[in-house]
């Protein structure tokens, strides 16, 4: 009797914590929180203790957060953890908290893993808003306004030509399937090192001359890295600070990426200083800008390293990434590549590549380039914005510090916006003549093109070198090649890579040369 006594009370004891935890979950609904005037937060699915609705996120979180949204409309809340997550699953009301009110909706949570330990605080993207950002914004955007572009548009153009000459020999001109993965096995990164050198020109004024380079493989490790490890939904030890003290791998790796960010990309400014105090013509770039007004600005080594990783890590995996979809995809449209080679023998002819002017001439082209954008954004949930002081939307509350999560998944896939969303149809944008840039001024945001470089105050500030260099890469590649798949293997595109940025999971395609005009260009190139 005593025995069975002294059991019942271990087992009590034993379940005590579930049992508080359960206590809590039914006595408090943190969903139920509203400001001083009764004005309660948006509905949303409720979660479990403690760990709120983590574990049903799942492997791909934007296909949950869309079936949220088709139960809980247009802005829902859910809890990760301790946090209050916004998700905004609508144009309209994208533009009018994100864009209209952007002097609240600007901020950024410091995430554990991102922001404080693999950016230590500094940089853009990670920084929260306040005149610290302003500056870092200000500082880079001398290399990416719309003058800069231009004056550097030659490198894009070079290196969108290198491109097409590497997949050609790698291909052995067009007998040998192909991987143009950013990183993996049996794959050689071209789309990545186009994009790299693009953006080694642009930060450091210098380029890589082969994909054996050993830059190559280290940026495009790093810039996976940090796609792997800085999901904005995707660490709980973001959301439960008990963890942060625990010695978990995802700390451990976040700290490795810090390190390796520092001593690679400060190491490459170490170099330009050092040609600098030689006397050394040193190509312009935003490291010779960022040394140049490092004083009067107050910048120490870690601000520069650390902006010059935004744009390593910015400008690298996501344009490649674009590319990769569309390799991966576009062999599947015999009939979608049929016209698109109409439109460029009629505009461009064979005799010479298409260039930035041809873009407004070549409407199919342009408009493929948008429809992979839409079906394939590698930023499903973007780099979500917070809430710098209580707000009242359509009489919901929206509390301080709220993380809102622009949901481009469902927005993309809108039926009422995109007829059959699930199609691949370049069509649907043949009349949309805007570069995406343009398109996100629209005042009426439901004809915005799509949402892949975020909105508001911290848009993308590389969405113009962006454009011109997937543009450039995308409509050479359709220009130069017949691409296939390689028979026998269907390239699935349901399941990908990554957990900020999204990539195809390795594939293969065949390429072939659209005839002897085009093979002799190709010949011509000179990586
Ligand atoms: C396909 C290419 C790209 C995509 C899809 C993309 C997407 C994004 C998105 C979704 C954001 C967050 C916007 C927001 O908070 O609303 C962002 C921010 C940012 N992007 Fe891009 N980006 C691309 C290319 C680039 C390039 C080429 C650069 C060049 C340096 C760049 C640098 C940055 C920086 C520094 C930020 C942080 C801005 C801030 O917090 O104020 N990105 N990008």
Same mark, same amino acid.
């Given at each position: ?21 359960? $206590?809590?979950? %039914?006595?408090? !609904? +943190?969903?139920?929180?509203? =400001?001083?005037?009764? @004005?309660?937060i &948006? ?7 403690i ?21 809980f ?10 946090? $209050?997550?916004? %998700?905004?699953? !609508? +144009?309209?009301?994208?533009? =009018?908290?994100?864009? @209209?009110?952007? &002097? ?31 500056k870092?914004?200000r ?6 306004n ?10 894009? =153009? ?25 990183l ?26 082969s ?6 493989q ?41 390190n ?21 013509d ?161 005042s ?59 990539s ?24």
């Amino acid at each position: 009797m005593h025995l069975v006594f002294n059991s019942i009370i271990i087992s009590l004891i034993s379940l005590l914590p579930a049992i508080i935890c359960y $206590l809590l979950y %039914i006595s408090i !609904d +943190p969903l139920s929180l509203q =400001d001083e005037h009764g @004005n309660k937060i &948006s509905s949303g699915p409720r979660g479990i203790p403690i760990l709120g609705s983590f574990p049903f996120l799942t492997k791909y979180p934007e296909l949950t957060l869309n079936r949220w949204a088709k139960s809980f409309g247009s802005l829902y809340s859910i809890y990760l953890g301790n946090q $209050l997550f916004m %998700i905004i699953s !609508d +144009p309209v009301v994208a533009k =009018d908290l994100i864009v @209209n009110n952007g &002097s609240t909706f600007s901020g950024r949570k410091e995430m554990f893993i991102k922001s404080q330990i693999v950016f230590a605080g500094r940089g853009i993207t990670a920084t929260p808003y306040n005149d610290t950002w302003r500056k870092h914004r200000r500082i880079a955007f001398k290399w990416l306004n719309q003058n800069a572009v231009d004056s550097y548009t030659d490198v894009l =153009d070079r290196e969108a030509s290198v491109l097409l000459k590497s997949l050609w020999d790698e291909s052995k001109k067009g007998r040998l399937p192909i991987n143009p993965q950013v990183l993996g096995l049996s794959c050689s990164p071209h789309a990545g090192r186009c994009s790299l050198n693009n953006m080694l020109t642009i930060t450091f004024g210098t380029r890589t001359d082969s994909i054996h380079d050993s830059l190559v493989q280290t940026a495009l490790r790093l810039s996976r890295a940090f796609m792997n490890c800085t999901g904005p939904m995707s660490n709980l030890v973001d959301f439960i600070p008990l963890l942060q003290r625990l010695p978990l791998p995802i700390i451990h790796r976040a700290k490795n990426l810090h390190n390796d960010l520092v001593e690679t990309y400060g190491g490459l400014i170490k170099m330009v200083e050092g040609d600098m105090a030689s006397g050394i013509d040193v190509k312009d770039c935003l490291a010779k800008t960022m040394l140049e007004i490092r004083d009067e600005e107050q910048l120490d080594h870690l601000d520069m390293a650390i902006l010059a990783s935004a744009f390593m890590i910015g400008g690298v995996e996501t344009t490649a990434a674009v590319m990769q979809w569309f390799s991966a995809l576009i062999p599947a449209y015999p009939d979608i590549q049929q016209k698109s080679h109409e439109e460029l023998d009629r505009v461009v002819g064979r005799d010479r590549l298409p260039t930035i002017e041809d873009e407004p001439n070549l409407p199919y082209c342009h408009a493929i380039v948008k429809e992979v954008e839409r079906c394939y954004n590698p930023f499903w949930l973007g780099t979500p914005h917070t809430v710098t002081s209580n707000f009242v939307y359509q009489g919901k509350f929206i509390p301080k510090d709220t993380v809102m999560v622009l949901n481009t998944w469902t927005m993309h896939h809108d039926e009422n916006r995109f007829k059959n969303p699930e199609i691949f149809d370049p069509e649907r944008y043949l009349n949309d003549s805007l570069t995406s840039s343009q398109s996100s001024n629209l005042s009426d945001p439901s004809q915005r093109d799509h949402w892949m470089f975020g909105a508001g105050r911290r848009i993308c500030p590389g969405i113009l070198v962006a454009e011109r260099e997937i543009w450039l890469t995308i409509s050479r590649m359709l220009w130069a090649f017949q691409m296939s798949e390689v028979p026998g293997q269907k390239i699935d595109l349901k399941e990908y890579d990554g957990k900020s940025g999204r990539s195809p999971l390795p594939f293969q395609i065949m390429i072939q040369a659209r005839g002897e005009s085009v093979v002799k260009i190709l010949e011509g190139i000179e990586g």
